[in-house]
């Protein structure tokens, strides 16, 4: 094996963070976990997944499950679409008898881009295909010294051609994960840990006194700020939501407080705070109040339903709706 591969996965041996996918060869588990982890935070997605997988354990069981019923599931975790796909997957790979092992077979299932298609490939399967992911974006433009504007196809072509000479014929899953931790621990965006680094000699970037200021990336999204108001109206124990429509652009089947415009006849009350949630580049302040309603509904607002409290942890919930519904039990419970 090279040296460069294998200084990285004896350190990866004794250094890695003790996270549960990492325990497993089953490319099910595998494949949960990287669908989970796009865009989301290990130490989120670690209670997600377990209780994912103890609902699920096969992709013929998700096949099966109702759509309410997986979205309640993912509920919390964002980019529901990821959700749906997985269990488009699930039933793709049940109708093929089961997971091939298969790079190709990987990559044509719904959802999976290149890099987890690598992922499940190497680490399930033995194959050698070098992921490429943020984490190892940036370990590989510090090695490379390389300046491109990570945020441009021809760097991530680049890259990827770097990484794919890197990665070894034996373990080829170790290395991948080992990459992966590198970026996500040491080879981190500020401050890089490079005297801890197990592969600092074979770092360009390092030498040329540059490895802070890579990667590069030219192109910045302008947060989007918005501002909204949800009403908790309450009556004996149940409160007032709404369910977006299944063909909605986003959270399609999800349930909502109602938005002050929707309850225009709305009375407003206390005032129970604020919540903040940020997703991809939109960053949300949401204004939380107590209302009434002074009639009852009319029946062009059908879509407005009575839920009992109990009922809504097996609802598909908003995260929006469900931090201004905490706020609103923490007001009751002080």
Known sequence: MPPFARKLIDWYAHAHRPLPWRETADPWAILVSEIMLQQTRASVVIPYWQRFLERYPTPAALAIAPEQELLTMWSGLGYYSRARNLQKAAQAITDAGGFQPDYDFLRALPGVGDYTAAAVASIA?????????GNVMRVAARLANDAGDIGAGVTKKRLQAAVDQLIPTPQPGLFNQAMMELGATLCVP????????????????????????LPVKLRRAVPILEAMTLLVVEREGELLMWQR?????????????PEASRLPQAKLGEKLGTV???????????????????????????????????????????????????????????
């Open 125 to 133: 399967f033995g194959l050698k295909h070098a992921v490429l992911d």
């Open 190 to 213: 500020r401050q890089p840990q490079c005297l801890l680094c197990p592969v600092a000699e074979f770092c360009e970037g390092r030498k040329a006194g540059r490895a802070s200021e």
């Open 245 to 257: 429509p299944a063909d909605a652009d986003r959270l399609a089947g999800f349930w909502e407080l």
């Open 276 to 334: 903040r949630h940020s997703i991809v580049n939109h960053s949300y302040t949401i204004t939380v109040y107590l209302a009434r309603l002074p009639r009852a509904l009319p029946g062009k607002e059908t879509q407005l339903k009575w839920i009992k409290r109990n009922q809504l942890a097996e609802l598909p919930v908003s995260t929006t709706s469900r931090k201004a519904i905490q706020l609103w039990v923490k007001g009751r419970e002080s």
